[in-house]
């Protein structure tokens, strides 16, 4: 059961936090035909972790995860940390296949939307 | 002369600020219709700080600036430490107008992206 997990770096701010849960909801939406479950954690500040949203989705059957990254920059976050949990955990459940997609700022739509964001302004 | 200013976290990982440059540049080439001039600018970890990056864009004729916080969520960063920023420099230059457009994550653009990019993965 191929399963995707949205992974956002977490916030002090609940609201922030918050904010993810809904996007992780409009994307479950949009790509259940897809994936049979989408979940979301936080690398950090929040809950749930990114290991506790790799058991979750596990324990409700997943044989494979996408780990989509929400970040903007190929900072350490995206190039250590991330990662190092999925490696983690991918050793712990030997028999799912565990995936990093690519990071949400290195897509090529990500231009449009600044494009769109700056004309809304002019 | 209207400008827009990119502004991002900010890294520890010089590759990951290079990464801002090349959005800024891609951004500046299709914009340049709306805005005489495209900046960046980062919040902490790199340079040229925000404050710098408004004193660049004034010093060159800038008399309104849009300030594009490049963020994917309302954290602290977002609420408080770039409007601080911005509204010490607005009473600096009180004959150019900043304005902070949403935050790059708030774009309703932003989950197609996401959309995209698992679907690629599937």
Redesign the interface.
Known sequence: M?S?L?V??G???A???A??TV?AK??SD??HG??AQTGYAFLELAQPSIADGIDELVNNGATEI?I?P???????HV?EDVPEIVNLKQKEYSDVKL?I??Y??E?A??????????????
Chains 1, 2 share one sequence.
Request: proline share 2%; net charge negative; hydrophobic share 45%.
């Open positions: 191929k995707l949205l956002a770096h916030s002090r701010r609201e922030s936090n904010e993810i996007v409009s994307l949009r790509v897809n994936y996408i989509l929400y970040f903007l920059s190929a900072g350490r190039h995936h997609a690519p949400i700022g897509a739509e990500m231009i449009d939307v600044l494009v769109a964001t700056s004309e809304a302004e002019n």
